[in-house]
């Protein structure tokens, strides 16, 4: 398949993304006959071809969706062989290294190939990709995946040390841009200005740990890179949910608290309630929003007591622990290098 | 090899301020009070760094091109104290050199020597410790030392000077945004894109330069009727070849409520002359977009110019008809009435992005998005971004960062 050719039907051998939840997805490769287990139960391969990519699959106990992949889903659904980038980070390092179609891009380590999704896009279908991995099954894995992908004309994956050796003499002075993530990244400078082009280009380094950032823009300064920055990206992301606050019971109505001027304002003006349910009643399921609105309805057939029913407030809520710090980004770009011109 | 040539358009500055400008052999141009003519800089390199020196460009040679060179070089044979009890507070009795003194001194003086002027007429600068006085000539070099680099203008850079002068006049989004919408909505160089865009055209000037080259199309509906053309937009920084541009295409809002309700899109007619339309929309017309670019192209006849519009609106009805796979959306409007507009164009399991400056009527379309059950992934996502001072022992986060940030909402939709 290819990764960035969108299609409408699934086929045999592409990589579908089953999405159960944002929290609960994964990555199928699509083979007759196969069966693929889920909480929700069996998906069957062969039910699956021919179907509309977006369209729902139900499963005996709950329902997926079957996505097509891109580098974002991936990013959350790929099988994890390292510590990978996510997309606010990616998303900045694409940016600032001004990638378009038809540019060069370095990269090392791969790792789990997430960012190396994203690299690609900016430079499909012109350009090309060259990433260098130490690890030898974890680049065998990813010129598999990047295979399975329709990349293989615009990835090569090579095993070597980055640091020791750099990127392969063929690409020397090739590269618009250079990405490291790697623990040692003030090893490999030099070798990212041998990779990038004599006219200059675009760096970016990423780091967990100060230490490494600190290194990395001494030898950056070192090789003659300008323009240095680092900075920080914490990303906040939030779903919305409904929350309920029970009203208190003062033992009269609200209406008359309000005619004394105890309340201040008029409270059933101030949004929206729903009946408080008994204790033993059903619980409140995942799918509360029906119920929700049968609720409001009653509230204003009813005439119900304010003191019975809970206030309903939606609100923007971001997950208990969240991603803080992933790293430090330093982007710095090599100045040309014939003085003469 | 790529020289700067007569003409060309360049973005020139230093540490972050940056100015996109005109290149003209024999004329001058400034950069922060700084005169400096243009000749000197033709037919050499991108992307080296200059110092304006009275008033001529003299090239800096890579190992002074970085701004701590400076530093060094100033503090080379002044005294530091070991610690700053006898140091003047910040405001006291600090500069001895009146401002104009200054300003006259940075004609003649050389960079260095200016600030090294500078730092010494500061009242016991020797007393100060090494950090508190590199600090000092860190600051006066960024404001005195009248040095730019000059370089090619890439869609990022752009984008960061634009935003960077535009987020002085107001509530607007960031680069760190910006660069989260174009990576979550999944554009690359064949990507077919439909855009609601209000915001001067960045976004579609970033789009076109990333379909450059490649088969996309991008649809931009505007807020408009029959027969117009979106506003002019400011993209001739991206100086983009004529095949760039025909894969912009556009389609007005005012057609498409009809559209999506009766399922037939209008085109407009052509007429032989614009004559028979009143003056006032006559000079309307002149600010659009395609007319303006045409006009000092060539003198393209008004039928050639309406049959090219024509051709744009039928190829965006067409690729709407077949709809589109990705959609971003980034008005001045209520995006929500925007984007259930625009959805019924987006092909199923494609991603969309909503950016809005507050985050209540994202919330909104999030629940009826919900509701519908019409997507999946759904977030909103802002970003705390702060930038760090990397030095040797002096390492901290930067006492100024973004206050008030924007929101992009998320989603993937399903059938
Ligand atoms: C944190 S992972 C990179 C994750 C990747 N950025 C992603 O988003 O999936 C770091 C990778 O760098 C590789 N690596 C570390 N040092 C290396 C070196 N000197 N040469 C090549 N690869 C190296 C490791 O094997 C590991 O796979």
Redesign the pocket.
Known sequence: MGFFEFRDTIQENDTVIIYISNDDLFPITVKKGEVKQTKFGAIKHNEIIGKKFGSRYDCARGYVFLLFPNPEIWTLALPHR????YTPDISRIVFELGLSNGKVVCE????????SHALTRGIYPAGHLHT????EE?SKKARQEFEDHGLSKNITVYHR???AEGWPAEVDHKADAVFL???APYKAIEHVKRALKLEGGEFCNFSPCIEQVQETCVKLREKGFTNIKTIECINSQTTVKTSHFPMPDFGVDYKDLEAAGVMPTNCEKIGTYVKRLEKGAKPKTRNLKEEDEKAENAVEKEELKLSECNFVVKSALAKRSQYGHTGYLTFARLPPRDESL | MNLIKDGDRAIIGHDGIYKIMVVKKGKHASFAKHKFAWDACIGRSWGHTWQIQQGKLEKLDSNEACGESVVSKVLDNIQSGADNRNAADLSEKGQNLERECIMEMREEKKGEELIEKIARGNADFESKTRFTQEKFVRHKQKKHGGRIEILKPSMNLIVHQKLAVERTKGAYFDVHEFATMIAMANIHANSKVLLADHSSCFLSGAILSKLKGGSGELVSVFQGQLGDSPPHVPLQNYEFPDEVWDQLLYYPAKSLGKATISGDFELPELKDEDEDLPPQAKKQKTDTEDNKREEDKSRISRRERQEKRLKKYSRAVELMKEKLECLIIAPKHHPLPWLFMLLPFLKPSCPFVVYCDKKEPLMEIFNKLHERKSAVMLSINSVFERTVQVLPMRTHPEVHMPGNRGYVLYGISVL
């Open positions: 390292t510590q990978i980038l090392s380590g791969t790792g789990s190939g997430s960012l260098v991995e130490f690890h974890r040390d980055v640091c993530d790697i623990p």
